[in-house]
């Protein structure tokens, strides 16, 4: 076997290359010739959001993306507005209802900001559907062409947990912005000249948040449907505080560029973070997204300069002698990580940096981990219960736990 050496169409406009894309998400060897549906990478996260115009603002200003298309009434759009914005590989479409009757509009009223559909990119997309179809998907949008000036994109897309979808689409026959109804667009925001290129260049995963007693029927539905290989399981003591609890298996497509933790409720003296997530966002969703930096420093100062809140970590997490020794060397001291809050984790493969924010809405769901991989193909089981007792203290304060 070796790495496919296809980058996605991202990861060409970022400029990024495999052996950046090792370091960044943990690429893996892989030979997509016997996958029955082979998965690219990434193509984009559709939020729905409350207000479109003013999250997509903020993500520039707070977050450093880059607006490059838009769609909405001067197009032709009668529904919604939507603004495409980019950091590196990362590519973001913030979608909001104006027409009072837009489905969009019923969706955030009942789950708020989040992810409606988690964009794949795909070599075939009739190839997917076929297989998916024969192993019990639903096929929400059947395979068609849409096409403009630019040239021609083929898409479909399948159901998944809750409301959530994946939308399947083959660009390598389109030149534009985004999608055919979209035009190139740029901000009348300056970014500073201080301001780092980037704040994070990759998409590294996507948690799901699904009902008790349903996570192990959502991973048999990637092993299934999508071809993809379980990664990871975390259960038991390593993922329990002494009053919440969770269970979590992650699937990863052949590459490891697409990575799905899947997280349940398990019992516990109170209620966990899962619960919490499941009765604000009113049921399954993306819990949080994973973003790569090759500069986790950098990217935590930034964003704390702009008002972003992240979980607190103990001092006593950083003085542990278990963790001193379990971690050895890492590239910046101890004392860097600890006055920003960063958790550090190893395995056999070497190491990770990582931090999560306080969720980015009104209701306590959606949030973002930052992550800094070097070698290590984990996910920081290390951390999970100093993490997990951060995430309980900041669900007292809200009177849910």
Not at 147 to 157: F, L, N, S, Y
Not at 319 to 342: C, F, H, K, N, W
Request: with cysteine; aromatic share 10%; proline share 5%.
């Amino acid at each position: 076997m070796s790495i496919d050496q296809t980058l996605t169409s991202q990861e060409r406009l970022a400029d990024l290359d495999l052996q950046q894309l090792r370091q960044l998400v943990g690429l893996v060897e892989y030979d997509a010739r016997s996958d029955p549906f082979p998965v690219k990478g990434w193509d984009a996260l559709v939020w729905s959001v409350g207000n479109a115009t003013q999250t997509a603002l903020f993500y520039q200003i707070v977050f450093g993306m880059e607006l490059i298309a838009y769609s909405g009434p001067e197009t032709g759009n009668r529904d919604h507005q939507a603004y495409v914005l980019r950091s590196g590989a990362v590519q973001f479409v913030f979608k909001g209802g104006f027409d009072p009757k837009s489905p969009l509009l019923e969706h955030h009223r009942r789950h708020g900001d989040g992810v409606v559909d988690i964009a794949l990119e795909v070599p075939d997309v009739d190839r997917c559907i076929q297989h998916a179809r024969a192993q019990g998907a639903t096929v929400v949008v059947e395979p068609h062409d849409i096409a403009d000036e630019h040239g021609t994109v083929r898409m479909a897309a399948i159901a998944t947990y809750g409301e959530t979808r994946h939308t399947l689409i083959d660009r390598s026959r389109y030149t534009g912005p985004y999608l055919p109804g979209y035009v190139a667009r740029t901000s009348g925001y300056a970014k500073p000249a201080t301001e780092p290129k980037r704040i994070f260049q990759a998409l590294d995963h996507v948690v799901g948040n699904v009902e008790l007693g349903r996570m192990d029927e959502w991973v048999a539905f990637y092993n299934r449907v999508m071809g993809f290989t379980n990664m990871a399981e975390f259960v038991g003591e390593d993922i329990a505080t002494d009053y919440s609890a969770l269970m979590s298996k992650v699937v990863a497509s052949g590459n490891h560029r697409v990575k799905f933790p899947l997280n349940e409720p398990a019992a516990g003296k109170k209620r966990s973070q899962i619960d919490e997530y499941l009765d604000f966002y009113d049921g399954p969703g993306a819990q949080h997204l994973a973003l790569a930096t090759n500069d986790i420093l950098r990217t935590v100062d930034s964003l704390r300069a702009k008002g972003i809140e992240f979980l607190a970590t103990p001092d006593s997490y950083y003085s542990d002698p278990e963790l001193r020794a379990r971690i050895g060397e890492v590239r910046v001291p101890i004392e860097e990580l600890q006055s920003r809050g960063i958790l550090v984790d190893r395995d056999e493969d070497g190491y990770l940096l990582q931090i999560f924010t306080k969720p980015l809405g009104d209701r306590p769901t959606v949030f973002f981990e930052f992550i800094e991989r070097h070698g290590s193909l984990g996910f920081g089981i290390g951390n999970f219960k100093a993490l997990f007792e951060a995430i309980e203290r900041e669900q007292a304060k809200r009177g849910n736990f």
